[in-house]
């Protein structure tokens, strides 16, 4: 990588695929698509690098060029442009859940697979992330502060259409909520449970949690659907809307 005369874009569509080496010389480029998720593709066409980006949930783009080279290839793609850092080396992260990206020096000599690999997943946040120790790293780092947690056991047969519906309910309230999924078997995620209050007994349930203030709310479920999520979700929000409301119209009532 990087000994081709054209800008050099790796792409992978993260289901669960992890870094590996660019295959391929400067006159050869594959594409892939949903199909192919995962595997890493050699682009040399700004077009289609950017509806790549564009059309991925999450997409890992390595930069591998002399910055001045960069910057002629893609003054005209102003989004390819901005993800270009000052060195021309890095790895960058996109993702569409919060509109935002995370940038990796490949300059730093300590750089290596594992870490690699360890920025990937700690920054792959999607419509809906499953908790663990590294994406709560992301989820943390996130420029979204609303955060909406499906505590659920993810053994029940009934799993894969809670998550169905739960996901249709992520594309609602895309930029605005970070969808998370607690997996409630997992001992290392009691903590959660015991948090907002909860016993197993009372699971699936929905809680939803303001960062900076740390307001929340909970909601026990018989069944998960789009519109209990939905209603759960806007309630929330009018309420924290209503609480910032309050300070502006009682300053404008004292100076009345």
């Not at 519906?165 to 969808?179: D, S, V």
Request: net charge neutral; glycine share 4%; hydrophobic share 40%.
């Amino acid at each position: 990588m990087g000994t081709s005369v054209f800008l050099c874009l790796f792409v992978i569509l993260l289901t669960g695929g992890s870094p590996a080496g660019c295959a391929g010389d400067s006159g050869s480029a594959s594409h892939s698509t949903a199909g192919t998720a995962g595997k890493l593709v050699l682009l040399n066409n700004i077009t289609k690098a950017e509806a790549f980006i564009s059309s991925a949930e999450v997409a890992v783009v390595g930069f591998f060029q002399p910055f001045n080279s960069l910057q002629n290839m893609v003054r005209h793609a102003p989004r390819i442009m901005s993800m270009v850092s000052l060195t021309g080396n890095s790895i960058c992260v996109t993702r569409i859940v919060d509109n935002d990206r995370r940038d990796l020096d490949m300059n730093n000599k300590d750089v290596d697979a594992e870490k690699i690999t360890r920025f990937i997943r700690m920054n792959e946040l999607r419509l809906v992330t499953e908790y663990n120790p590294v994406t709560a790293i992301g989820v943390m780092q996130s420029s979204l502060q609303l955060h909406l947690l499906l505590i659920t056991d993810k053994m029940s047969p009934k799993h894969p259409e809670r998550m169905r519906r739960y996901r249709a309910a992520a594309e609602l309230f895309k930029g605005k909520i970070l969808f998370i999924l607690v997996d409630s078997n997992l001992n290392s995620n009691e903590r959660i449970v015991s948090f907002f209050k909860l016993k197993k007994s009372q699971l699936p349930a929905l809680a939803i949690f303001h960062a900076p203030d740390e307001e929340q709310d909970v909601l026990t479920l018989d069944e998960v659907s789009v519109e209990r999520v939905q209603d759960f979700c806007n309630r929330f929000l009018q309420r924290m809307q209503k609480k910032e409301d309050e300070p502006e119209e009682k300053a404008l009532n004292e100076e009345l």
